[in-house]
């Protein structure tokens, strides 16, 4: 079965608004990563978060290994936040390739 | 520094065709992945390498996949006969071990339509 559950599947804002992504994990987490996607763009990484809180910007990621489960939270969500995040874990320590959620789709309106 | 570098950027074919996608990663990076992103989904692992020995392939369809790495710098991902099925953006991206807080980078990816 699926290893990485993303939910929403997709959102909607009103510029300004907040939002809370998440992550969840059927199997040891080893390592997890955060990632955002343009339609037709290339993945950008966010986040490297192995476990506890980071922050960059309005981002914060959390991650919580014995729940095994990972947040992104946006703050005051801005028409450039529009586009897919896909969380990520790590297939095997060390070995960097990655098991995909399905992704949030994020649409941002003025 | 450069990115990790694809080409094509897209490519259109009928169905039985062949098809190959090159990828040129981030200097010194000794690892090397493909990945296979059908439309509305998270890009699935196809096969990593680290220098030119495939380290996992198992979610490679052999029959009509194929992928090398010949000096453990470029990468070619080949498919024989293509299906419909096969329509997707094919990502490649790069890590150097022993790197542990650092992401993989990701290429722009090839998009591929199986007519």
């Known amino acids: 079965g699926q290893q990485v559950q993303q939910s929403p599947a997709s959102l909607v804002l009103q510029e300004g608004e907040n939002a809370e992504l998440q992550c969840n994990f059927s199997t040891s987490l080893n390592s997890m990563q955060w990632f955002y996607q343009r339609p037709g763009g290339s993945l950008v990484s966010l986040f490297y978060n192995p476990s506890g809180t980071k922050q960059s910007g309005r981002l914060t990621s959390t991650t919580v290994i014995k729940e095994r489960r990972s947040s992104l939270h946006i703050s005051s969500s801005q028409t450039t936040d529009s586009g897919t995040y896909l969380c990520a874990m790590e297939l095997d320590q060390g070995g960097r390739a990655l098991i995909f959620g399905t992704g949030t789709t994020v649409s941002v309106s003025p | 520094e450069a990115g990790v570098t694809q080409s094509p950027r897209y490519a259109v074919l009928q169905e039985g065709q062949a098809v190959s996608f090159w990828c040129d990663p981030i200097?010194?990076?000794?690892?090397l992945y493909w990945y296979q992103q059908p439309r509305d989904q998270g890009p699935q692992l196809l096969v990593y390498f680290r220098d030119e020995a495939v380290i996992d392939n198992s979610q490679l369809p052999s029959d009509r996949f194929s992928a090398v790495r010949p000096k453990g710098t470029n990468s070619t991902l080949k498919i024989q006969s293509a299906k419909q099925g096969d329509t997707a953006t094919y990502l490649c991206a790069s890590s150097r071990q022993g790197y542990n807080n650092q992401a993989p980078l990701f290429g722009e990816g090839t998009r591929l339509s199986v007519l």
């Open positions: 200097s010194g990076h000794d690892t």
